[in-house]
Nanobody
Framework: QVQLVESGGGLVQPGGSLRLSCVAS????????MGWYRQAPGKERELVATITRSGSTNYADSVKGRFAISADNAKNTLYLQMNSLKPEDTAVYYCNAHAVRAIDYWGQGTQVTVSS
């Protein structure tokens, strides 16, 4: 089992920044990649960004150039730096760990609201 705990969400004005964190614990050695997903009201959960063990990253077109995913392996922590936030970035953000045997683990989610 892998446990994921997110933090860092909140209310921010358009154009502002936030940094999300996700601390992983448990059988971390089984994780192949990690990522951030988000779900806005009335919409399906969508991929925001992913990072592999080797450090390769992938971003949704809507966040390229504004968001940056990174990982601190020593702290077992995943980050998402979000800059130039827009109202359409408002959603619940979920941390994901994709492990061997195609097992997915999810955090409880953290709310990000972009509004003036």
């Amino acid at each position: 089992q892998v446990q994921l705990v997110e933090s860092g969400g909140g209310l921010v004005q358009p154009g502002g920044s936030l940094r999300l964190s996700c601390v992983a614990s448990g059988v971390i050695f089984t994780i192949d990649s990690m990522g951030w997903y988000r779900q806005a009201p009335g919409k399906e959960r969508e991929l925001v960004a992913t990072i592999t063990r080797s450090g390769s990253t992938n971003y949704a077109d809507s966040v390229k150039g504004r968001f940056a995913i990174s990982a601190d392996n020593a702290k077992n922590t995943l980050y998402l730096q979000m800059n130039s936030l827009k109202p359409e970035d408002t959603a619940v953000y979920y941390c994901n760990a994709h492990a061997v045997r195609a097992i997915d683990y999810w955090g409880q989610g953290t709310q990000v609201t972009v509004s003036s």
